[in-house]
């Protein structure tokens, strides 16, 4: 099955400042891809490669098979961008009826109250989006972007003007999604909301991708913890599988022993140490 | 096709919930009401009807009051335009309204399609009943017809589809600002020429005639203007039809049969440029 997304060498250059340097990258059917990196690190220019907002200065980039940009490419996406506004004059359910016209969405009413529903504004779905706070336009956004339940959704910070639970909402959104088998592109900073949803990870810095994988294959061991009755003691180059002969040899020396800690980098540590943040 | 009506459904739909047909048409029928007091009186201090030197007044009246009135018309038309268009692309695409639009299957080539048909449709409509309304006031007060109706009337509004292009153009590389000032200095411009072409004709100046006639074809709102204001007394000959001066700034001149396509085909290019252009343009 053709991928969701897949990006190969992608380029891009305004003037003499490259955004994008031969970034490849590959969304299956049904995987949520978190994407990572600093603010000007390339994350929003290789998201709008991929809706056809952007043309790329090298490379390709391909949704659902169909080339990035064409109607048929168009038809298989959802998109919410960072920097979004719909006009304040619609309501949330115009919003959507229009969104399903330019879609050839057939799903007509039920379809906008399923969705409205499902980011918690099945309420107001007649309040005009001018008068809702910028949390609910951001999920109104959500609902938005899955309208004619699209095979890729490419998410830009789409919980950055949320509260903790407008967070969690979208969170449990996301695990439904995927398990619709809705490939998902989730470009966040919140290193812990991507660490906890997403199947694979790709860091990206100065235009780059400068790391690659599942959170539990980019995270690494860091030593073990061992809490005694003198405190806790470190050992930074211990594996998992030395902590019996540690506690072993710590029992021997008369150490009395509350409790084993194996140490694994989060994603957050990986993240900085990558990007070159410490 | 489809999406383009779609798109020209939410123009128009948002015109309408902004209020802004609302204060066009509570503004024309002041506009419209002013000319109606100005035509009674105008009618009314001339002897209208009677031959004064072999120069019927009641024409010569009629014409040039008809003739202020398409001026006016055709300057409402272009803030119209104007303002329907001016952020249509750019404007929107800098506030983030335009990136989710295009993210549907929709052609940027639809998208233009259908911001140019939402509002073409309203400025011609517009001036068309802006025109009648006049040519029927004008009668009502001085019971004078023009020579023809029809035909100056589908001048005005392709004058007006002439600045919807422009503008829609405009808005496709410049800010809604910078479009709305260039657009208006264009159609300034296209008034510049119709005067030169009154002064070149006065001091029977060639240079000055000629620059007017290139100017209106470079600017072809200006032209079909002028044959529209020619066509209204197109039939009206002797000292009469010497006697009538048209337009504030220009007179009346007509252009030939070649105009009408060539109008077409100037929209058409300026779309096709426009186009060109958006293709062209990250919507960052």
């Known amino acids: 099955m053709t ?20 970034v490849d990258l590959e969304v299956g059917e049904g995987e949520l891809v978190g994407l990572l990196g600093p603010n000007g690190a390339g994350k929003s220019t290789l998201v709008k490669i991929a809706c056809g907002l952007v043309r790329p200065s090298g490379g390709t980039a391909f949704v659902a098979g169909e080339p990035a940009g064409s109607p048929a490419a168009h038809r298989a996406l959802g998109y919410l961008a960072e920097l979004f506004r719909f006009p304040d004059w619609l309501s949330a359910s115009e919003l959507l009826e229009l969104h399903q016209k330019l879609a050839e969405s057939g799903g007509g009413a039920r379809e906008r109250s399923e969705l409205l529903e499902l980011v918690g504004l099945g309420e107001v779905a007649g309040r005009r989006v001018g008068a809702m706070s910028k949390g609910m336009q951001q999920r109104l956004g959500i609902a938005q972007a899955m309208i004619g339940a699209p095979r890729l959704l490419l998410l830009d910070e789409p919980t950055s003007a949320l509260d903790p639970a407008g967070r969690r909402t979208v969170r449990e959104l996301l695990e439904t999604l995927r398990s619709r088998g809705v490939a998902v592109l989730l470009n966040s900073h919140l290193l812990s ?16 991708v400068v790391a690659a994988g599942t959170p539990a294959e980019l995270s690494h061991a860091g030593g073990v913890e061992v809490e005694t009755a003198r405190g806790v003691r470190q050992f930074a180059q211990a594996t998992r599988e030395e902590v019996p002969r540690i506690v072993r040899e710590l029992v021997d020396a008369g150490e009395e022993i509350y409790g084993v800690r194996v140490v694994r980098s989060s994603l957050e540590d990986v993240y900085l140490e990558v990007v070159g943040g410490r | 096709m489809r999406n383009a009506w779609i798109v020209a459904g939410f123009a128009l739909r948002e015109s309408v919930r902004r209020r802004v047909f609302v204060v066009v048409a509570l503004l024309t029928v002041v506009f419209l009401g002013l000319y109606g007091l100005g035509t009674w009186q105008a009618f009314k201090s001339v002897q209208v009807g009677e031959l004064d030197q072999g120069v019927d007044t009641r024409i010569v009246a009629g014409a040039i009051l008809l003739g202020l009135s398409m001026f006016a018309t055709l300057f409402l038309g272009a803030i119209l335009a104007v303002f329907l268009t001016l952020g249509a692309v750019r404007g929107d695409a800098e506030r983030g309204l335009l990136q989710p639009l295009l993210v549907r299957p929709l052609t940027r080539g639809t998208f233009l399609a259908g911001r140019f048909l939402a509002a073409a449709v309203v400025c011609v409509a517009y001036v068309v009943v802006v025109f009648l309304a006049s040519v029927l006031i004008t009668h009502a007060f001085g019971h004078w017809w023009p020579d023809t109706i029809l035909l100056p009337a589908l001048e005005l509004a392709g004058g007006v589809a002439v600045l919807v292009a422009l503008a829609l153009a405009g808005s496709v590389v410049l800010a809604s600002t910078a479009n709305g000032i260039a657009i208006f200095m264009l159609f300034g411009a296209g008034l510049t020429a119709g ?3 009154e002064i070149g004709d006065a001091l029977d100046s060639h240079t000055l005639s000629n620059v007017a006639k290139i100017s209106s074809w470079i600017l072809p709102f200006e032209a079909l203007y002028q044959q529209a204001l020619a066509a209204i007394t197109q039939d009206t000959v002797g000292f009469t039809r010497l006697a009538i001066k048209l337009g504030p700034f220009g007179g009346a001149e007509t252009f030939g049969p070649a105009l009408g396509p060539y109008a077409v085909a100037y929209v058409l290019g300026v779309g096709a440029l426009a186009l060109w252009r958006f293709r062209r343009r990250d919507l960052s």
């Open chain 1, 3 to 22: 991928a969701a997304l897949s990006a190969r060498g992608l380029s891009k250059r305004y003037g003499a400042t490259t955004a994008l340097d031969a």
């Open chain 1, 193 to 208: 909301e991507v660490e906890l949803v997403c199947d694979r990870v790709a860091i990206i810095a100065r235009g780059e």
């Open chain 2, 195 to 197: 005067l030169l072409g």
